[in-house]
């Protein structure tokens, strides 16, 4: 009876000490999603006034604009590739960096460095490497002879979202590797000595002991990129503006809510945004198998 008496107390206390995190968490969160939900189903625009419900007008609308699936196919094709090649860039570095060598230490500083820069000025930096007349991509293309003329980047179609997920890669590689790196120093060196041991070669070792153990930090680091590349805003708009050809949800959310102040339409769009990304991230966390204590989802037999 004392026991569960000492149980009953500890939790009234955990929940007194998440008490104010969680009422600030309503506030700047929870509140404005709200918010952003009801406003989807009027007419509203950024002056409120007589603002009208019109029930599920908005959401049809969304899915009857082809801008729109201009704008989902942009955002998953960017997220696809870019994720794709920050986790092989990002695990092949994270390996390197993992290995004892001398100046690890100020790699591992000077890997974080483009990690460090807001991305919008890593975007506007860019933009002028890529611009087709002033630019130094261009001129070390052109004296190397790779290219003849100075091409024109943000201004093709073809190139414009290839120069986007360049410097995408370039300034989030650093997280992947972080984050992968890390996970690579929670594994235990005695596996990697048994199968020394044991005469497994290196690939056998990566293949069958660093992958399986580094799947949880993997799994984490996926889900975070992606979450973060399918609402991607700055970067895109800073680089392209309101270009259809690169335009991505979120841009294309921001035009309608700001550009036209169609504020419920936009809130439309901003819900459609949520409910894409909650639906990925469970099927994600789903389909990976893997638990919040790092493990298997599957259960082990004893």
């Not at 955002?75 to 100046?103: C, D, K, Q, R, W």
Request: glycine share 4%; proline share 3%.
């Amino acid at each position: 009876m004392s026991s569960h008496f000492a149980l009953t107390e500890r939790r009234r206390q955990a929940y007194l000490f998440l008490a104010p995190s969680i009422l600030l968490l309503l506030l700047v969160a929870a509140w404005p999603l709200a918010r952003t939900f009801w406003f989807s189903f009027t007419d509203a625009t950024l002056s409120l006034d007589d603002v009208n419900w019109i029930g599920f007008e908005n959401f049809k609308n969304v899915l009857q604009d082809s801008d729109w699936w201009t704008s989902v196919y942009n955002t998953l094709y960017f997220t696809v590739i870019s994720v794709s090649l920050e986790t092989v860039f990002g695990l092949g570095i994270a390996l390197l960096l993992h290995n004892p060598f001398m100046g690890r230490s100020l790699l591992r500083t000077a890997v974080m460095v483009p990690w460090a820069i807001p991305t919008v000025v890593s975007a506007k930096m860019w933009s002028w490497m890529f611009h087709d007349l002033y630019g130094v991509i261009n001129d070390m293309m052109m004296k190397v002879g790779i290219i003849e003329t100075p091409i024109a980047w943000m201004a093709d179609s073809d190139l414009s979202m290839l120069a986007i997920i360049f410097v995408d890669v370039w300034k989030t590689t650093p997280f992947m590797t972080l984050l992968l790196l890390a996970g690579l120093q929670s594994i235990p060196m005695q596996v990697y000595q048994s199968a020394a041991v044991d005469g497994a070669s290196a690939f056998k070792t990566f293949w069958k002991i660093t992958l399986p153990l580094l799947k949880p930090a993997l799994v984490v680091a996926v889900i975070f990129r992606c979450l973060d590349a399918l609402r991607i805003f700055d970067l895109v708009y800073v680089m392209t503006s309101n270009s259809r050809e690169t335009s991505t949800m979120s841009v294309y959310a921001r035009e309608n809510m700001i550009d036209f102040q169609d504020l419920g339409y936009g809130s439309a769009v901003s819900v459609l945004i949520f409910g894409f990304i909650a639906l990925f991230t469970v099927l994600y966390v789903m389909g990976s198998r893997v638990n919040l204590v790092g493990g298997s989802s599957e259960k082990v037999s004893n």
